[in-house]
């Protein structure tokens, strides 16, 4: 009977999609393997699968030591943090899970904008520590205000859907679209220039991939275009804003208030100014975090990188379906 072949999970990835691949595959799940490089190559030399989620760097240098490996999968719709040249040149699927976490984000986001807009976290703990300040914690009604939706893609398009029932005017900015393209028609959103965006927007959702053109895209000189009293809230790559002129902008008054449930770096370092202010909420990359969420993303991710090392194409690829 041949050996089963190996597949490396490097980060806390669990669910039923997993069990069924333990069913057929040697797999070696270690939660921390991400943080412990030197073992993570060695363990790498004789697999033919690897999933992690985006705390693991796969890189080149990685990469080297996977001799056999035949597929990638990311558990998550991005995957800025795997080498995708890297990998095709040595013929490995790279496939990841696109949109099935997309719900899950595109209410997230309301969460944090109807907790800015009515200043739900800094109210709590006022109460919390005896206070009953009513007046200090006015907030804002969601309706007749715009909503700037940075990125109409399968989140930005979802939460452009659910803004219409809260009564929200919609712009949106997203460079690979058209006036005609089926999320502008069927959400109703107004294509904009970016600049325009900006300007109007009372509520700016940032919903990009993480590319050279969008890293830094949200710096101080786009934070002096937008209202005094807007908000701005990101939920997909920390690094497409500047965190130090995020700071500027809030303690100079520029925005209102911010919501990051992604950072620069994750974790964050300890002492970050942003932490100080109580005009930001902050939450862990958990967006995507629910439980319905994530049975979906680890079952694509799973029955993908079955596919390939079955001999199958895989369905949700990055760069080609089967190994080269």
Not at 307 to 319: E, I
Request: hydrophobic share 45%.
């Amino acid at each position: 009977m041949p050996e089963r072949k190996k597949i490396v999970i490097a980060e806390d990835i669990e669910g039923a999609g997993i069990e069924s691949l333990k069913g057929k595959y040697q797999v070696k799940a270690d939660a921390d393997l991400w943080k412990k490089i030197p073992e993570l190559k060695k363990t790498l030399i004789d697999a033919a699968g690897l999933i992690v989620r985006n705390m693991t760097k796969v890189n080149a240098e990685l990469l080297q030591e996977a001799k056999i490996l035949k597929v990638i999968g990311r558990a998550g719709a991005g995957f800025d943090n795997i080498d995708v040249s890297a990998a095709s040149q040595q013929g490995i699927v790279v496939c990841y899970s696109p949109e099935e976490n997309a719900v899950s984000v595109a209410e997230h986001v309301f969460g944090l904008i109807l907790a800015l807009a009515r200043k739900i976290p800094a109210a709590d703990r006022s109460v919390k520590n005896g206070g009953w300040e009513r007046k200090k914690y006015h907030g804002y009604e969601l309706m007749g205000k715009t909503l700037g939706i940075l990125g109409l893609g399968k989140i930005g398009f979802r939460v452009a859907l659910r803004a219409k029932a809260f009564g929200l005017r919609l712009l949106a900015h997203d460079a690979y679209l058209s006036t005609t393209s089926l999320p502008v028609t069927e959400s109703g959103a107004k294509l904009v220039s970016l600049d325009e965006l900006l300007a109007q927007a009372d509520f700016l959702t940032i919903h990009l991939p993480l590319t050279k053109e969008t890293k830094g895209l949200l710096n101080r000189q786009a934070f002096q275009k937008m209202k005094p009293t807007s908000f701005l809230i990101n939920t997909s790559r920390g690094e497409v804003l500047v965190e130090e002129d995020l700071y500027q902008a809030l303690k100079e008054g520029k925005i209102a208030g911010a919501a990051l449930d992604v950072r620069g770096e994750e974790p964050p370092p300890k002492g970050s100014p942003l932490h100080e202010l109580e005009n930001v909420i902050l939450t862990p990359h958990t967006a995507g975090l629910t439980y319905e969420a994530q049975e979906k993303v680890v079952a694509a991710v799973a029955e993908d990188v079955d596919r390939v090392l079955s001999g199958q194409p895989a369905l949700r690829f990055v760069n080609f379906p089967l190994p080269r």
